[in-house]
């Protein structure tokens, strides 16, 4: 067997050619032999562009839903400056809270919670799933918010019809739970409850464990029975390169605006004006939107999935009676019926 070297190809050639290329047209190289006053136009003309896009009138993303629909819209500055997100959450929280037969105060309270949600679950991978727990010690227990994808969100209160009168409160002390989950990963932190809305725990979450400065502003009303008349509000995020002038622009901007609820009407159901008011003085762009609704993620076959981790001796216990077993989810009190039939087939699974 014989090694002679083998005769360079054509196609070796020819790419060893296109490198050269590249490399006398690299951007470096361009930059370096080029005379000065080419090097200037160039510049002028990507200041003059960077000016142009200043000036150009925001994009929006049309058409606009009506204001009897939820939403979600984000937009960032153009200098990557801040982003704002708005969420109009009020047919979601009305339904939530009226499946869980919410006093007043809990309804509030949870909407308040899930226009929250919905907003830092939008600033995070749009596929995370975002779920916040309130652990604590007042008389409503644990609430649970459940936010993913495409905008779904549900809640769970454990005493949904309690309210402050004999505690005085309706949260105790104790913390926010932040689960997040990607696929079949979970992370999960908690910091202890600051401060004393739904706003506050979050803001003093994303502060705590992200540190990033946030503004988050819920404005959920009630109507004279108690229940949702209007859940909205915003996120303000501060970006790496915003600077301190900047967020003192938006400090004053917002100084001078009104409510974010009284801003969404028939005519501007966006609240266009409202957002270019708190973001003038920057370019910006409307830049995505998700459909909010509620849904709960639920399902026959996942309460079949739960009685079946349960021990078989309890399993065999529950088979004993003669009336279906009746499961009630946690979430949107949805009613599901489990023959004794069914139960004792999971009982004793035929070998
Ligand atoms: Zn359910």
């Known amino acids: 067997m014989t090694h002679e070297p083998k005769a360079p190809t054509a ?27 080419v090097v200037q136009a ?3 003309t990507r200041a003059a562009r960077r000016e142009a896009r200043k000036v150009a009138p925001i994009q929006w993303m049309d058409p606009v839903p009506p204001r009897q629909q939820d939403t979600l819209w984000r937009s960032l500055t153009r200098e990557g400056e801040a982003r704002l997100l708005v969420v109009r959450a009020t047919t979601a929280a009305s339904e939530a809270t009226r499946r869980l037969e919410c006093s007043p105060e809990v309804t509030k309270l949870v909407g308040e919670l899930m226009v929250a949600a919905l907003l830092v679950r939008s600033t995070i991978n749009p596929e995370e799933r975002l779920q916040l727990y309130l652990n604590h010690q007042g008389p409503i227990g644990q609430v649970a918010i459940d936010a993913w994808q495409e905008g779904g969100i549900r809640a769970y209160v454990a005493h949904p019809q309690q ?17 997040r989950t990607l696929g079949t990963k979970s992370y999960a932190s ?3 409850l600051a401060g004393s809305s739904a706003a506050d725990y979050v803001m003093h979450y994303l502060l705590e464990s992200e540190q990033i400065l946030t ?11 108690g229940r949702i008349a209007q859940a909205t509000g915003y996120l303000l995020q501060m970006m790496p390169e915003g600077t301190r002038e900047d967020l003192r622009k938006i400090i004053l901007n917002i100084g001078q605006l ?8 028939d005519q501007d159901p ?11 003085g920057f370019a910006w762009d409307q ?6 609704a509620y849904r709960c993620r639920c399902s026959r076959d996942r309460m079949m999935a739960m009685l079946t981790s349960l021990p078989v001796q309890d399993i065999a216990e529950l088979a004993e009676g003669h009336e279906p077993l009746e499961l009630v989810c946690d979430y949107c009190r949805r009613k599901y019926h489990v023959r004794p039939a069914e139960l004792r087939e999971l009982a004793a699974p035929p070998s």
């Open 11 to 37: 196609a070796a050639d020819s790419a060893s050619d296109q490198d050269d290329l590249e490399l006398a047209d690299s951007p470096f190289d361009r930059a370096a032999t080029a005379p000065s006053q």
């Open 42 to 44: 160039r510049e002028a």
């Open 163 to 179: 309210d402050s009168r004999q505690a005085g409160f309706l949260v105790g002390a104790g913390v926010l739970q932040v689960s």
């Open 190 to 192: 908690s910091v202890e």
């Open 215 to 225: 503004l988050v502003h819920t404005d959920v009303r009630l109507d004279e029975h």
């Open 258 to 265: 009104s409510a974010v609820g009284d801003a969404m009407t």
């Open 270 to 280: 966006d609240a266009r004006q409202w957002a270019e008011q708190l973001l003038q």
């Open 287 to 292: 830049c995505a939107r998700e459909t909010v």
